[in-house]
């Protein structure tokens, strides 16, 4: 009979770990703080046209091709298919890999473009500014469209 009882707490300890395990975060209140996301170094603006048939994109009006396992960040941070963005013209930064293929695609709105993309200066502080300026778009983010659990 003892085996049975340690046998019978030990299934129900393990089913109630299970279903605690599938329980959902609890949801940001506002004073706890929001999720940010840094900007990446190495990064370039452009204007991304993706054919029909991914990888096949254009940067700027120049033909280009996405790297295998390419990966597209949306405004949440959240990766995205080369599928959901088939036939669109994107505004991004964008880094590249080894070989020269774009690797790595975040996407931007329209303002944050104009402020990232229209800063470019001659001098050599012009890209110190344009990271600057992108450090200040994705630390705002979370005012502009808040996280909803």
Do not use: C
Request: glycine share 8%.
């Amino acid at each position: 009979m003892n085996r049975w009882t340690r046998f019978l707490i030990a299934a129900l300890a393990w089913a109630a770990a299970g279903a605690f395990a599938q329980q959902p975060p609890p949801p940001l209140s506002p004073g706890q703080p929001t999720l940010r996301r840094e900007a990446p170094r190495d990064v370039k603006p452009a204007i991304i046209t993706v054919s029909a048939t991914p990888p096949i994109i254009a940067v700027d009006g120049v033909p280009d091709r996405l790297s295998p396992g390419a990966r597209i960040r949306d405004r949440n941070n959240m990766l995205m298919l080369t599928g959901q963005v088939a036939g669109k013209t994107l505004y991004t930064v964008y880094k590249r890999d080894a070989s020269g293929m774009v690797h790595e695609v975040w996407l931007l709105n329209q303002e944050e473009y104009a402020k990232v993309g229209g800063n470019s200066y001659g001098d050599g502080q012009g890209y110190l500014r344009f990271y600057e300026l992108l450090n200040l778009v994705w630390a705002n983010r979370h005012l502009i469209s808040p996280l909803i659990p």
